[in-house]
């Protein structure tokens, strides 16, 4: 079946070690986008990916990165992991961003720990 | 973007019906209406998109009167496996570039 992968879902770094949180997909989507999500919150867009034009949003902070190699992957890297990082990483894919219909498909998530 | 206001919650019993309303007072003439389904520790996944009057699909209507203020998430005979949070979301496809802004979201407990 055709969907977003995420791996892993379970990641536990320490407190400024640096983490990459990788997601791929198989809808050969345009758009890839990366959504923070702590407890009990709603989820909070970081940026995406239109093909492989970069869109950061204003208020990310520059501790997240992110990288498409290609159509399928997508990573999400925190160079200096904080006690405040600590939450779900979503990725999402999108046909495309805009027209009639620009649905987005999640991944499961990768719940991310900070000792 | 448009704000949305929902209840922070809701409480149903199996087999009836919820209705879910989402405030959206400053919707401009170009939003769309959309709907997300979040169960714990899984992505959100899509319901409902809409722009005006009714639609249905296979698992819920979405109702949105003339003025377009306001929607309502209409969830049909709801069972325990609906209890979630449910986002409504407002905005322009083309200017919004695909981005999703959740706001709080409703969280439907679904009792037996």
């Known amino acids: 079946d055709a969907m977003v992968i995420q791996n892993p879902r379970y990641q536990v770094t320490q407190f400024g070690k640096p983490v990459t949180l990788s997601c791929s997909q198989t809808?050969?989507?345009?758009?890839m986008y990366w959504y923070q999500q702590k407890s009990s919150q709603a989820p909070k867009l970081l940026f995406h990916y239109y093909d492989k034009d970069f869109n950061n949003e204003a208020d990310t902070p520059d501790n997240f990165q992110s990288r498409r190699p290609n159509t399928s992957f997508c990573f999400l890297d925190i160079r200096s992991p904080g006690l405040g990082d600590a939450a779900m990483y979503l990725c999402?894919?999108?046909?495309?961003?805009?027209?009639?219909?620009?649905?987005?498909?999640f991944g499961p998530g990768t719940r991310l720990t900070v000792l | 973007l448009a704000k949305t206001t929902q209840p922070i919650s809701m409480d149903s019993y199996e087999g009836q019906e919820v209705n879910i309303t989402c405030s959206h007072n400053n919707i401009a003439t170009n939003d769309y209406i959309t709907w997300y389904q979040q169960f714990p520790s899984q992505g959100p996944r899509f319901i409902i998109q809409g722009y005006k009057t009714k639609v249905t699909n296979e698992v819920a209507s979405l109702f949105i009167p003339a003025d377009r203020k306001s929607s309502t998430l209409s969830l049909p005979r709801v069972s325990l496996s609906d209890t979630a949070v449910y986002y409504c979301l407002v905005g322009d496809r083309g200017s919004t570039l695909g981005r999703l802004y959740f706001g709080r979201g409703t969280q439907l407990t679904v009792w037996p």
């Open positions: 809808l050969n989507h345009n758009v």
């Open positions: 999402a894919t999108s046909r495309d961003s805009s027209g009639r219909f620009n649905e987005q498909f």
